[in-house]
Protein backbone atom coordinates (compact mmCIF):
# COMPACT_ATOMS: atom_id res chain seq x y z
CA UNK A 1 0.00 0.00 0.00
CA UNK A 2 0.97 3.40 -1.31
CA UNK A 3 1.55 6.40 1.52
CA UNK A 4 1.73 9.84 0.45
CA UNK A 5 2.51 12.78 2.88
CA UNK A 6 1.32 16.61 2.46
CA UNK A 7 2.96 19.41 4.58
CA UNK A 8 0.51 21.86 5.04
CA UNK A 9 2.29 25.24 5.26
CA UNK A 10 1.43 28.60 6.55
CA UNK A 11 3.08 32.25 6.61
CA UNK A 12 4.29 30.97 10.05
CA UNK A 13 5.54 28.01 9.18
CA UNK A 14 4.28 24.41 8.81
CA UNK A 15 1.09 23.31 10.40
CA UNK A 16 0.74 19.72 10.11
CA UNK A 17 2.07 16.75 8.12
CA UNK A 18 -0.49 14.11 7.08
CA UNK A 19 0.12 10.24 6.09
CA UNK A 20 -2.61 8.97 3.56
CA UNK A 21 -3.43 5.74 2.75
CA UNK A 22 -6.04 6.77 0.45
CA UNK A 23 -4.63 5.24 -3.43
CA UNK A 24 -6.27 8.64 -4.52
CA UNK A 25 -3.85 10.87 -1.90
CA UNK A 26 -7.08 12.35 -0.13
CA UNK A 27 -6.97 13.21 3.56
CA UNK A 28 -9.12 14.30 5.88
CA UNK A 29 -9.36 17.96 5.57
CA UNK A 30 -9.57 19.59 9.44
CA UNK A 31 -7.07 18.90 13.05
CA UNK A 32 -8.63 15.82 13.20
CA UNK A 33 -6.84 12.75 12.20
CA UNK A 34 -9.80 9.94 11.10
CA UNK A 35 -8.88 6.63 9.92
CA UNK A 36 -7.26 7.30 6.85
CA UNK A 37 -4.34 9.66 8.63
CA UNK A 38 -1.98 9.53 11.79
CA UNK A 39 -0.35 12.56 13.35
CA UNK A 40 3.52 13.16 12.80
CA UNK A 41 6.02 12.87 15.26
CA UNK A 42 7.75 16.02 16.16
CA UNK A 43 10.91 14.72 15.51
CA UNK A 44 9.59 13.94 12.08
CA UNK A 45 8.62 17.57 11.94
CA UNK A 46 12.29 18.88 12.40
CA UNK A 47 13.81 16.75 10.42
CA UNK A 48 11.48 17.70 7.49
CA UNK A 49 12.14 21.51 8.66
CA UNK A 50 16.05 21.00 8.30
CA UNK A 51 15.84 19.50 4.76
CA UNK A 52 13.57 22.26 3.57
CA UNK A 53 16.38 25.16 5.00
CA UNK A 54 18.35 22.73 3.37
CA UNK A 55 17.28 22.94 -0.20
CA UNK A 56 16.67 26.79 0.11
CA UNK A 57 20.09 27.78 0.84
CA UNK A 58 21.86 25.29 -1.74
CA UNK A 59 19.48 27.11 -4.05
CA UNK A 60 20.50 30.44 -3.21
CA UNK A 61 24.42 29.49 -3.51
CA UNK A 62 23.83 28.06 -7.11
CA UNK A 63 22.04 30.51 -8.40
CA UNK A 64 24.57 32.83 -7.14
CA UNK A 65 27.80 31.12 -8.47
CA UNK A 66 29.28 32.26 -11.42
CA UNK A 67 29.18 29.14 -13.35
CA UNK A 68 25.63 28.78 -13.46
CA UNK A 69 24.60 32.72 -13.55
CA UNK A 70 24.58 33.01 -17.18
CA UNK A 71 22.23 29.55 -17.96
CA UNK A 72 20.11 30.94 -14.85
CA UNK A 73 19.77 34.22 -16.14
CA UNK A 74 19.00 32.74 -19.68
CA UNK A 75 16.34 30.57 -18.29
CA UNK A 76 14.97 33.60 -16.19
CA UNK A 77 14.62 35.84 -19.43
CA UNK A 78 18.06 37.95 -18.72
CA UNK A 79 20.56 37.32 -21.68
CA UNK A 80 22.21 40.65 -21.25
CA UNK A 81 25.14 39.37 -19.46
CA UNK A 82 26.14 37.29 -22.53
CA UNK A 83 25.56 39.68 -24.73
CA UNK A 84 27.98 41.83 -22.96
CA UNK A 85 30.90 39.64 -22.73
CA UNK A 86 30.05 38.47 -26.65
CA UNK A 87 31.17 42.40 -27.51
CA UNK A 88 34.09 43.20 -25.15
CA UNK A 89 35.32 40.08 -26.30
CA UNK A 90 35.15 41.06 -30.04
CA UNK A 91 36.42 44.50 -29.62
CA UNK A 92 39.30 43.20 -27.21
CA UNK A 93 40.25 40.75 -30.39
CA UNK A 94 39.56 43.31 -33.39
CA UNK A 95 42.19 45.75 -31.62
CA UNK A 96 44.43 42.85 -31.05
CA UNK A 97 44.43 42.10 -34.96
CA UNK A 98 44.62 45.80 -35.88
CA UNK A 99 47.44 46.85 -32.91
CA UNK A 100 51.00 45.80 -32.49
CA UNK A 101 51.97 43.69 -28.75
CA UNK A 102 54.84 43.87 -26.90
CA UNK A 103 54.20 41.14 -24.73
CA UNK A 104 56.50 37.77 -24.80
CA UNK A 105 54.68 35.05 -26.87
CA UNK A 106 53.37 32.48 -25.15
CA UNK A 107 54.64 29.13 -25.37
CA UNK A 108 51.40 26.83 -24.88
CA UNK A 109 48.12 26.98 -24.12
CA UNK A 110 48.80 25.61 -20.60
CA UNK A 111 50.67 29.22 -20.35
CA UNK A 112 48.08 31.17 -21.88
CA UNK A 113 45.33 29.80 -19.03
CA UNK A 114 48.19 30.33 -15.61
CA UNK A 115 48.80 33.68 -17.63
CA UNK A 116 45.43 34.74 -17.93
CA UNK A 117 43.75 33.21 -14.78
CA UNK A 118 46.51 34.91 -12.82
CA UNK A 119 45.63 38.60 -14.09
CA UNK A 120 44.40 41.52 -11.60
CA UNK A 121 40.31 41.38 -11.41
CA UNK A 122 40.52 44.91 -12.69
CA UNK A 123 42.08 43.93 -15.97
CA UNK A 124 39.62 43.85 -18.73
CA UNK A 125 39.23 41.06 -22.06
CA UNK A 126 42.09 43.26 -23.89
CA UNK A 127 45.27 41.37 -22.35
CA UNK A 128 43.73 38.36 -23.12
CA UNK A 129 43.52 38.87 -26.70
CA UNK A 130 46.95 40.52 -27.22
CA UNK A 131 48.02 36.92 -25.24
CA UNK A 132 46.06 34.78 -27.80
CA UNK A 133 47.63 36.99 -30.70
CA UNK A 134 51.05 36.63 -29.29
CA UNK A 135 51.11 32.91 -29.14
CA UNK A 136 49.66 32.49 -32.67
CA UNK A 137 51.64 34.41 -34.49
CA UNK A 138 55.06 32.31 -32.70
CA UNK A 139 52.88 29.15 -33.89
CA UNK A 140 52.34 30.73 -37.69
CA UNK A 141 55.41 31.60 -37.75
CA UNK A 142 56.96 28.01 -36.47
CA UNK A 143 54.74 26.00 -38.74
CA UNK A 144 56.19 28.18 -41.78
CA UNK A 145 59.67 27.73 -40.77
CA UNK A 146 58.95 23.87 -40.67
CA UNK A 147 57.16 23.55 -43.99
CA UNK A 148 60.19 25.50 -45.14
CA UNK A 149 62.74 23.29 -43.84
CA UNK A 150 60.64 20.14 -44.95
CA UNK A 151 60.69 21.18 -48.34
CA UNK A 152 64.38 21.54 -48.39
CA UNK A 153 65.30 18.07 -46.79
CA UNK A 154 62.35 16.59 -49.25
CA UNK A 155 63.99 17.94 -52.44
CA UNK A 156 67.61 17.17 -50.95
CA UNK A 157 66.37 13.53 -50.71
CA UNK A 158 65.05 13.62 -54.35
CA UNK A 159 68.32 14.64 -55.75
CA UNK A 160 70.51 11.87 -53.91
CA UNK A 161 71.69 8.38 -55.17
CA UNK A 162 69.88 5.41 -53.39
CA UNK A 163 72.49 3.23 -51.79
CA UNK A 164 70.55 0.29 -53.72
CA UNK A 165 71.27 1.97 -57.51
CA UNK A 166 74.89 3.13 -56.02
CA UNK A 167 75.38 -0.98 -55.42
CA UNK A 168 73.95 -2.38 -58.49
CA UNK A 169 75.98 0.23 -60.61
CA UNK A 170 78.94 -0.97 -58.90
CA UNK A 171 78.00 -4.92 -59.20
CA UNK A 172 76.99 -4.69 -62.76
CA UNK A 173 80.58 -3.06 -63.73
CA UNK A 174 82.37 -5.34 -61.74
CA UNK A 175 80.19 -8.23 -63.54
CA UNK A 176 81.62 -6.42 -66.36
CA UNK A 177 84.70 -6.66 -65.83
CA UNK A 178 85.27 -10.57 -65.48
CA UNK A 179 82.18 -11.80 -67.06
CA UNK A 180 82.54 -12.27 -70.81
CA UNK A 181 78.98 -12.68 -70.88
CA UNK A 182 78.29 -8.93 -69.78
CA UNK A 183 80.79 -7.52 -72.38
CA UNK A 184 79.37 -9.34 -75.58
CA UNK A 185 78.26 -7.22 -78.47
CA UNK A 186 75.01 -5.32 -78.17
CA UNK A 187 73.02 -5.91 -80.46
CA UNK A 188 74.17 -9.21 -82.13
CA UNK A 189 75.73 -9.00 -85.12
CA UNK A 190 72.58 -9.97 -87.11
CA UNK A 191 70.19 -7.57 -85.82
CA UNK A 192 72.86 -4.53 -86.33
CA UNK A 193 71.34 -3.63 -89.83
CA UNK A 194 68.32 -2.69 -87.65
CA UNK A 195 69.94 0.31 -85.52
CA UNK A 196 69.31 2.72 -88.94
CA UNK A 197 66.14 0.98 -90.44
CA UNK A 198 63.37 3.43 -90.97
CA UNK A 199 60.62 0.56 -91.25
CA UNK A 200 61.78 -0.27 -87.47
CA UNK A 201 59.91 1.67 -84.58
CA UNK A 202 63.05 3.03 -82.46
CA UNK A 203 62.68 4.37 -79.08
CA UNK A 204 65.73 6.12 -77.83
CA UNK A 205 66.15 6.84 -74.05
CA UNK A 206 69.35 9.14 -73.05
CA UNK A 207 70.17 8.10 -69.21
CA UNK A 208 72.57 6.78 -66.46
CA UNK A 209 69.79 4.78 -64.53
CA UNK A 210 70.18 1.52 -64.85
CA UNK A 211 67.17 0.04 -63.03
CA UNK A 212 65.11 2.85 -64.26
CA UNK A 213 65.92 2.12 -68.30
CA UNK A 214 65.19 -1.81 -67.54
CA UNK A 215 61.58 -0.62 -66.52
CA UNK A 216 60.89 1.65 -69.19
CA UNK A 217 62.15 -1.32 -72.00
CA UNK A 218 60.55 -3.84 -70.08
CA UNK A 219 56.66 -1.82 -69.88
CA UNK A 220 57.31 -0.68 -73.68
CA UNK A 221 58.01 -4.69 -74.76
CA UNK A 222 55.14 -6.11 -72.24
CA UNK A 223 52.69 -3.99 -74.02
CA UNK A 224 53.34 -3.93 -77.39
CA UNK A 225 51.93 -6.39 -79.94
CA UNK A 226 54.91 -6.82 -82.10
CA UNK A 227 58.45 -6.64 -79.75
CA UNK A 228 59.92 -7.46 -82.74
CA UNK A 229 59.43 -4.33 -84.12
CA UNK A 230 61.19 -2.46 -81.78
CA UNK A 231 64.62 -1.25 -81.11
CA UNK A 232 65.72 0.62 -78.09
CA UNK A 233 68.84 3.20 -78.07
CA UNK A 234 70.21 4.15 -75.01
CA UNK A 235 72.61 6.55 -74.69
CA UNK A 236 74.49 7.21 -71.30
CA UNK A 237 77.83 8.36 -69.96
CA UNK A 238 80.84 7.11 -69.85
CA UNK A 239 80.79 6.45 -66.04
CA UNK A 240 77.73 4.58 -66.41
CA UNK A 241 78.36 2.64 -70.18
CA UNK A 242 79.74 -0.84 -68.42
CA UNK A 243 77.55 -1.28 -66.05
CA UNK A 244 74.69 -0.42 -68.39
CA UNK A 245 75.90 -2.31 -71.02
CA UNK A 246 76.26 -5.68 -69.19
CA UNK A 247 72.69 -5.34 -67.50
CA UNK A 248 70.94 -5.58 -71.24
CA UNK A 249 73.77 -8.52 -72.07
CA UNK A 250 73.18 -10.13 -69.32
CA UNK A 251 68.98 -9.86 -69.30
CA UNK A 252 68.34 -9.73 -73.22
CA UNK A 253 64.80 -8.68 -73.98
CA UNK A 254 62.99 -11.27 -75.88
CA UNK A 255 62.43 -10.17 -79.64
CA UNK A 256 63.52 -6.29 -79.29
CA UNK A 257 66.54 -4.70 -80.06
CA UNK A 258 68.96 -2.88 -77.70
CA UNK A 259 71.87 -0.74 -77.96
CA UNK A 260 73.72 0.85 -75.46
CA UNK A 261 76.32 3.50 -76.67
CA UNK A 262 78.56 5.76 -74.23
CA UNK A 263 78.79 9.24 -74.89
CA UNK A 264 82.53 8.74 -75.50
CA UNK A 265 81.80 6.58 -78.02
CA UNK A 266 80.36 9.09 -80.84
CA UNK A 267 82.95 10.72 -83.11
CA UNK A 268 81.38 14.12 -83.82
CA UNK A 269 83.13 17.24 -86.04
CA UNK A 270 84.74 19.77 -84.02
CA UNK A 271 81.93 22.05 -84.76
CA UNK A 272 79.65 19.42 -83.09
CA UNK A 273 82.01 19.51 -79.92
CA UNK A 274 82.57 23.05 -80.02
CA UNK A 275 78.31 23.86 -80.09
CA UNK A 276 77.81 21.00 -76.78
CA UNK A 277 80.31 22.80 -75.06
CA UNK A 278 78.98 26.30 -75.65
CA UNK A 279 75.51 24.82 -74.72
CA UNK A 280 76.70 23.18 -71.64
CA UNK A 281 78.68 26.49 -70.53
CA UNK A 282 75.80 29.06 -70.93
CA UNK A 283 73.29 26.58 -69.12
CA UNK A 284 75.86 26.20 -65.95
CA UNK A 285 76.44 30.52 -66.00
CA UNK A 286 72.58 30.70 -65.82
CA UNK A 287 72.28 27.78 -63.03
CA UNK A 288 74.56 30.20 -61.23
CA UNK A 289 73.07 33.25 -61.93
CA UNK A 290 69.83 32.53 -60.45
CA UNK A 291 71.94 30.23 -57.48
CA UNK A 292 73.02 33.91 -56.71
CA UNK A 293 69.76 35.41 -56.44
CA UNK A 294 68.19 32.83 -54.73
CA UNK A 295 70.29 34.01 -51.79
CA UNK A 296 68.40 37.44 -50.93
CA UNK A 297 65.15 35.71 -51.19
CA UNK A 298 63.46 35.23 -47.75
CA UNK A 299 60.79 32.17 -49.37
CA UNK A 300 58.00 33.59 -47.56
CA UNK A 301 55.86 32.18 -50.63
CA UNK A 302 55.87 28.36 -50.41
CA UNK A 303 55.02 27.77 -53.81
CA UNK A 304 57.83 29.72 -54.37
CA UNK A 305 60.29 28.06 -52.67
CA UNK A 306 59.14 24.78 -54.39
CA UNK A 307 59.42 26.55 -57.62
CA UNK A 308 62.94 27.20 -56.96
CA UNK A 309 64.49 23.79 -55.81
CA UNK A 310 62.57 22.47 -58.47
CA UNK A 311 64.91 24.53 -61.42
CA UNK A 312 67.80 24.21 -59.65
CA UNK A 313 67.80 21.11 -59.48
CA UNK A 314 71.55 19.54 -60.35
CA UNK A 315 70.00 17.27 -63.04
CA UNK A 316 69.11 20.78 -65.08
CA UNK A 317 73.15 20.50 -65.32
CA UNK A 318 73.00 16.71 -66.92
CA UNK A 319 74.76 16.64 -70.12
CA UNK A 320 72.67 13.86 -70.92
CA UNK A 321 69.39 16.25 -69.80
CA UNK A 322 71.02 18.77 -72.34
CA UNK A 323 71.88 16.50 -75.07
CA UNK A 324 68.02 15.80 -76.12
CA UNK A 325 68.63 19.16 -78.45
CA UNK A 326 71.22 17.36 -80.45
CA UNK A 327 68.86 14.32 -81.28
CA UNK A 328 69.38 14.47 -85.18
CA UNK A 329 73.45 14.45 -84.41
CA UNK A 330 73.28 11.70 -81.96
CA UNK A 331 71.20 9.31 -84.63
CA UNK A 332 72.14 10.90 -88.06
CA UNK A 333 70.65 7.80 -90.08
CA UNK A 334 67.26 7.58 -88.65
CA UNK A 335 64.40 10.06 -89.26
CA UNK A 336 61.64 9.40 -86.53
CA UNK A 337 62.15 8.70 -83.58
CA UNK A 338 59.73 8.33 -80.05
CA UNK A 339 61.93 10.04 -77.32
CA UNK A 340 61.55 8.36 -73.85
CA UNK A 341 62.67 9.52 -70.23
CA UNK A 342 63.34 7.33 -67.71
CA UNK A 343 61.12 7.68 -64.88
CA UNK A 344 58.28 6.74 -67.11
CA UNK A 345 56.52 3.66 -67.31
CA UNK A 346 54.66 2.00 -70.90
CA UNK A 347 50.89 0.65 -70.18
CA UNK A 348 49.99 0.48 -73.71
CA UNK A 349 50.66 -0.66 -76.97
CA UNK A 350 53.10 2.71 -78.53
CA UNK A 351 53.41 1.09 -81.74
CA UNK A 352 50.80 3.71 -83.40
CA UNK A 353 52.82 6.78 -82.34
CA UNK A 354 55.31 5.95 -85.85
CA UNK A 355 52.45 6.38 -87.89
CA UNK A 356 51.26 9.33 -86.74
CA UNK A 357 50.90 12.83 -89.22
CA UNK A 358 52.32 15.43 -87.24
CA UNK A 359 51.70 17.69 -90.14
CA UNK A 360 54.89 19.04 -91.03
CA UNK A 361 55.49 19.68 -87.43
CA UNK A 362 59.20 18.26 -85.29
CA UNK A 363 57.85 17.17 -82.24
CA UNK A 364 54.37 15.42 -81.13
CA UNK A 365 53.95 16.15 -77.44
CA UNK A 366 50.75 16.07 -74.95
CA UNK A 367 49.43 19.15 -73.82
CA UNK A 368 49.44 20.20 -69.98
CA UNK A 369 46.45 21.61 -70.23
CA UNK A 370 44.42 19.35 -67.88
CA UNK A 371 46.30 20.33 -65.03
CA UNK A 372 44.72 22.50 -62.33
CA UNK A 373 46.18 25.24 -60.88
CA UNK A 374 48.00 23.47 -58.45
CA UNK A 375 48.64 20.59 -59.63
CA UNK A 376 51.97 20.76 -61.08
CA UNK A 377 54.87 23.26 -60.67
CA UNK A 378 54.86 24.44 -64.31
CA UNK A 379 51.74 24.24 -66.82
CA UNK A 380 52.11 27.61 -68.21
CA UNK A 381 54.65 29.37 -70.60
CA UNK A 382 54.63 31.78 -67.52
CA UNK A 383 56.01 29.51 -65.06
CA UNK A 384 59.36 28.86 -67.12
CA UNK A 385 59.71 32.18 -68.94
CA UNK A 386 60.53 35.91 -67.59
CA UNK A 387 57.73 37.95 -68.86
CA UNK A 388 58.92 40.88 -67.15
CA UNK A 389 61.86 41.17 -70.02
CA UNK A 390 60.47 43.20 -73.38
CA UNK A 391 62.06 39.98 -75.42
CA UNK A 392 59.98 37.09 -73.80
CA UNK A 393 56.80 39.39 -73.56
CA UNK A 394 56.93 40.05 -77.32
CA UNK A 395 57.93 36.14 -78.25
CA UNK A 396 54.83 34.20 -76.65
CA UNK A 397 51.79 34.73 -74.48
CA UNK A 398 52.29 33.45 -70.69
CA UNK A 399 48.72 31.89 -70.44
CA UNK A 400 49.83 29.70 -73.16
CA UNK A 401 49.70 25.92 -71.66
CA UNK A 402 53.28 24.19 -71.85
CA UNK A 403 53.69 20.58 -73.50
CA UNK A 404 55.22 17.66 -71.49
CA UNK A 405 58.66 16.09 -72.30
CA UNK A 406 58.62 12.64 -71.72
CA UNK A 407 56.89 10.81 -74.07
CA UNK A 408 57.39 12.80 -77.59
CA UNK A 409 57.33 11.93 -81.67
CA UNK A 410 60.30 13.28 -83.21
CA UNK A 411 60.25 14.06 -86.79
CA UNK A 412 64.11 14.22 -87.03
CA UNK A 413 64.16 15.06 -90.91
CA UNK A 414 61.79 17.93 -90.58
CA UNK A 415 64.39 18.91 -87.04
CA UNK A 416 67.28 19.14 -89.62
CA UNK A 417 64.58 21.47 -92.37
CA UNK A 418 64.29 23.88 -89.92
CA UNK A 419 67.21 23.17 -88.35
CA UNK A 420 65.76 23.61 -84.20
CA UNK A 421 69.71 23.13 -82.92
CA UNK A 422 70.17 26.46 -84.79
CA UNK A 423 68.09 28.13 -82.94
CA UNK A 424 67.99 26.80 -80.05
CA UNK A 425 71.79 27.94 -79.90
CA UNK A 426 70.23 31.75 -81.14
CA UNK A 427 68.39 31.53 -77.95
CA UNK A 428 70.95 30.78 -75.64
CA UNK A 429 73.12 33.29 -76.96
CA UNK A 430 70.38 35.82 -76.54
CA UNK A 431 69.78 34.99 -73.01
CA UNK A 432 73.44 35.82 -72.22
CA UNK A 433 73.74 38.46 -73.67
CA UNK A 434 70.68 40.10 -71.89
CA UNK A 435 72.12 38.93 -68.30
CA UNK A 436 70.58 35.55 -68.11
CA UNK A 437 66.97 36.49 -67.30
CA UNK A 438 64.78 35.88 -70.24
CA UNK A 439 63.83 31.99 -67.89
CA UNK A 440 64.99 29.89 -65.50
CA UNK A 441 67.55 27.23 -65.20
CA UNK A 442 67.37 24.23 -67.33
CA UNK A 443 66.71 23.00 -71.08
CA UNK A 444 63.50 23.13 -71.51
CA UNK A 445 62.55 27.45 -70.75
CA UNK A 446 64.31 27.64 -74.21
CA UNK A 447 63.18 24.60 -75.86
CA UNK A 448 59.58 26.13 -75.47
CA UNK A 449 60.71 29.64 -76.93
CA UNK A 450 62.93 27.04 -79.79
CA UNK A 451 59.91 24.86 -80.85
CA UNK A 452 57.49 27.26 -80.61
CA UNK A 453 55.05 27.04 -83.62
CA UNK A 454 56.39 23.22 -84.71
CA UNK A 455 54.72 20.86 -82.01
CA UNK A 456 52.01 18.71 -82.94
CA UNK A 457 49.65 18.45 -80.26
CA UNK A 458 48.79 14.99 -79.23
CA UNK A 459 46.00 13.35 -77.41
CA UNK A 460 46.41 13.28 -73.47
CA UNK A 461 45.48 9.92 -72.80
CA UNK A 462 49.05 9.03 -74.68
CA UNK A 463 50.91 10.75 -71.84
CA UNK A 464 50.02 11.48 -68.20
CA UNK A 465 52.77 13.44 -66.11
CA UNK A 466 53.21 14.52 -62.65
CA UNK A 467 53.44 11.24 -60.73
CA UNK A 468 56.16 12.74 -58.93
CA UNK A 469 54.61 15.57 -57.27
CA UNK A 470 53.36 14.86 -53.18
CA UNK A 471 50.02 16.68 -53.63
CA UNK A 472 49.09 14.13 -57.46
CA UNK A 473 46.05 13.03 -57.45
CA UNK A 474 45.83 9.60 -59.15
CA UNK A 475 42.81 9.93 -61.06
CA UNK A 476 41.41 6.86 -63.00
CA UNK A 477 42.09 8.53 -66.30
CA UNK A 478 45.46 9.69 -65.69
CA UNK A 479 46.13 5.55 -64.48
CA UNK A 480 45.06 4.23 -67.52
CA UNK A 481 46.98 6.39 -69.80
CA UNK A 482 49.35 4.65 -72.70
CA UNK A 483 52.86 6.19 -70.82
CA UNK A 484 52.94 7.27 -66.88
CA UNK A 485 55.58 9.71 -66.18
CA UNK A 486 56.86 10.19 -62.60
CA UNK A 487 57.82 13.91 -63.29
CA UNK A 488 58.47 15.56 -60.29
CA UNK A 489 61.01 14.78 -57.67
CA UNK A 490 59.29 12.48 -55.66
CA UNK A 491 60.68 9.52 -58.38
CA UNK A 492 59.58 5.79 -58.06
CA UNK A 493 63.12 4.13 -57.12
CA UNK A 494 62.99 6.51 -53.97
CA UNK A 495 62.05 6.41 -50.31
CA UNK A 496 60.53 9.45 -50.99
CA UNK A 497 57.89 8.09 -53.21
CA UNK A 498 54.12 7.26 -52.02
CA UNK A 499 53.56 3.81 -51.85
CA UNK A 500 50.81 3.96 -54.41
CA UNK A 501 53.65 5.34 -57.07
CA UNK A 502 55.99 2.96 -56.18
CA UNK A 503 53.59 0.13 -57.03
CA UNK A 504 53.41 1.36 -60.64
CA UNK A 505 56.81 1.65 -61.04
CA UNK A 506 57.91 -1.84 -58.98
CA UNK A 507 55.30 -4.33 -61.02
CA UNK A 508 57.61 -3.69 -63.78
CA UNK A 509 60.59 -4.94 -62.20
CA UNK A 510 61.97 -7.98 -61.17
CA UNK A 511 62.93 -7.94 -57.56
CA UNK A 512 63.77 -11.94 -57.62
CA UNK A 513 66.53 -10.98 -59.47
CA UNK A 514 70.05 -12.04 -57.82
CA UNK A 515 71.90 -8.27 -58.75
CA UNK A 516 68.67 -6.56 -57.19
CA UNK A 517 68.43 -8.80 -54.30
CA UNK A 518 72.06 -8.68 -53.60
CA UNK A 519 72.02 -4.85 -53.11
CA UNK A 520 68.94 -4.79 -50.91
CA UNK A 521 66.77 -3.02 -53.68
CA UNK A 522 63.02 -4.33 -52.06
CA UNK A 523 60.40 -1.76 -53.34
Not at 493 to 515: G, H, P, Q, T
Amino acid sequence: MHKLMKLYISSTGIKRVLVSNSPTGKAVAGGGGGRSSRRITSRTVAFGIILLVLFLRIAILLLQSSTLDCLGRRFLGGGDSSLRLKDELTRALLEAKEGGFNEVPIESFNQLVKETTSKRQDQDLKAFAFGVKAMLSRMEHEVQSARQRESVYWHLASHSVPKTLHCLCLKLAEEYAVNALARCHLPSPEYVSRLSNPSFHHVVLLTDNVLAASVVISSTVQNVENPEKFVFHIVTDKKTYSAMHAWFAIHPIKSAVVEVKGLHQYDWSEEINDGVQDMVTIHRLIWNHHCDNLKQDDFQERRRLRRCLEVLNPNNLSLLNQLRMYLPELFPDLNKIVLLDDDVVVQHDLSSLWELDLNEKVVGAVFDSWCEENCCLGTRYKDYLNFSHPIISSACNESDFAWIYGMNVFDLEAWRRVNITRNYHKWLTLNLNSGLELWQPGVFPPALLTFKGYVHPMDPSWHAAGLGHRHREYRREILTAAVLHFSGPAKPWLDIASREVRSLWNRNLNISNKFIRKCGYVG
